[in-house]
C-alpha cells in the first residue's frame, strides 16, 4: 500500500463531529480529510444522503473510509457504489437488521416526527450522560458537539435511521465494537471484527489509543 497517496475519509456520528476523531494516532503518511454534513432535505433517506456525501470524495486516488455511529452507515452505504480500499465503523452497524428494536419501533409509530426538532436535540442533550455514562471522561467536548448541531439535521437523521432500507453487509468492512455500547447495543451484531472489552458508544474519543492500535492491524493489512 502506498500510504502517501492513501486518503483516510472520516465520517462522524449524528450528535458529533470531527472532534470526536481528535485523539486518534494515526500514521502521518495518511492524508485526513473530515465529511462536512449539510442538514438533509425533507424526506432524504440514508441512502440518498450517503450519495449527496460522496461528491467529496475523490475516487481518482486510493481511499479509506472510515465512520462512527451514523458515519458508519453511511460508509456501509457508500462502498456499494465507491469500492475503497476499506472501511472501518466504529460503535455503528452495518445493516438495519443489527439496529435495536427502539428505531424499528419507531417505523410504526414514530414519535420523532410529532416532536419539534428542538425538543429531540434537548432529549439528546439529556439522555447522553444517562445512556453512555462513559462521555463523562471528554464531558466537555461531546457537549460542545452535541450544542454544535442543529435540531433539524438531529430530526432528519433519525428520520434516515428509522426507516434504513440496508439489508445485506458488503465483505471488506472492518467493524470496531464495544461491549457497554447502549445506544446501539453489542449483542444485536454480527461479525464483530474487533471487541473493546467495556468500550462505549463514545470510545473513539474516551479509548482512542485503544481504537488507535486497532486502526494500525487494519491499514497495515
Not at 480529510?33 to 486516488?61: H, M, N
Not at 437523521?157 to 453489542?186: A, C, F, Q
Request: charged fraction near 25%; charge should be positive.
Amino acid at each position: 500500500m502506498a500510504h502517501s497517496q492513501t486518503t483516510i475519509y472520516f465520517f462522524a456520528g449524528q450528535g458529533s463531529d470531527k472532534r470526536i476523531f481528535d485523539s486518534l494516532d494515526i500514521d502521518p503518511k495518511f492524508k485526513k480529510i473530515f465529511i462536512e454534513y449539510p442538514v438533509p432535505k425533507r424526506g432524504t433517506s440514508l441512502k440518498q444522503f450517503a450519495k449527496e456525501l460522496s461528491v467529496q470524495i475523490d475516487t481518482t486516488q486510493p481511499f479509506i473510509l472510515l465512520g462512527v455511529s451514523l458515519g458508519g452507515m453511511i460508509c456501509c452505504e457508500m462502498t456499494e457504489y465507491l469500492h475503497p480500499q476499506k472501511v472501518i465503523i466504529i460503535s455503528s452497524a452495518k445493516t438495519r437488521k443489527e439496529l435495536p428494536f427502539r428505531y424499528k419501533f419507531q417505523r410504526y409509530i414514530p414519535l420523532y416526527a410529532i416532536l419539534p426538532a428542538i425538543v429531540l436535540r434537548g432529549g439528546a442533550k439529556l439522555m447522553q450522560p444517562i445512556v453512555e455514562p462513559d462521555r463523562n471522561k471528554n464531558k466537555k467536548t461531546f457537549k460542545a458537539m452535541l450544542h454544535d448541531k442543529k435540531p433539524k439535521f438531529i430530526k432528519r437523521t433519525i428520520r434516515m435511521i428509522v426507516n434504513w432500507k440496508k439489508k445485506e453487509s458488503s465483505t471488506n468492512i472492518y467493524h470496531i465494537h464495544g461491549t457497554k455500547d447502549h445506544t446501539l447495543p453489542y449483542r444485536k451484531l454480527k461479525n464483530i471484527d474487533y471487541t473493546i472489552s467495556k468500550g462505549s458508544h463514545m470510545m473513539t474519543l474516551t479509548r482512542a489509543e485503544e481504537i488507535s492500535k486497532v486502526f494500525e492491524q487494519i491499514l497495515e493489512k
